[in-house]
């Protein structure tokens, strides 16, 4: 009962953060990229993503190797966000907008692993 329940708040989040994003960006989102965690596989959530039209990639289980690719960019985010209040004199407390502000900016720089292009044109 307890996982379920897990499940179902996991689902709502998703949702939320989904319309937010979609409405902030106005783009659909494509791929959605997770681990292999029961909340990310379950029917309910699989089903919303076949039918919004979200490709599922899911990491291997027990690869550290993929989860230490998300926390490097993780921490490129997390560095660039903690640069940009202390550059600009701002409180911690204008650190989401910062850290979305990064994200939209790793977005657009080109990258020499995908052929110096950027991530919005591959």
Not at 73 to 82: F, H, P, R, Y
Request: with cysteine.
């Amino acid at each position: 009962m307890y996982l379920e329940a897990q499940r179902g708040k996991y689902l709502e989040l998703f949702v939320e953060w989904k319309r937010n994003m979609e409405k902030k960006m106005g783009r659909k989102i494509k791929i959605l990229r997770s681990d292999n965690r029961g909340v990310y596989t379950s029917d309910p959530f699989l089903q919303l993503c076949h039918n919004e039209g979200i490709e599922r990639h899911f990491t291997v289980r027990k690869t550290p190797q993929q989860v230490g690719m998300a926390e490097r960019i993780n921490m490129t985010l997390l560095e660039k966000v903690w640069c940009m209040l202390s550059n600009a004199d701002l409180s911690k407390y204008f650190k989401s907008e910062a850290l979305v502000y990064a994200c939209y900016l790793v977005n657009r720089l080109s990258s020499s692993a995908i052929g110096d292009k950027t991530s919005l044109k591959v």
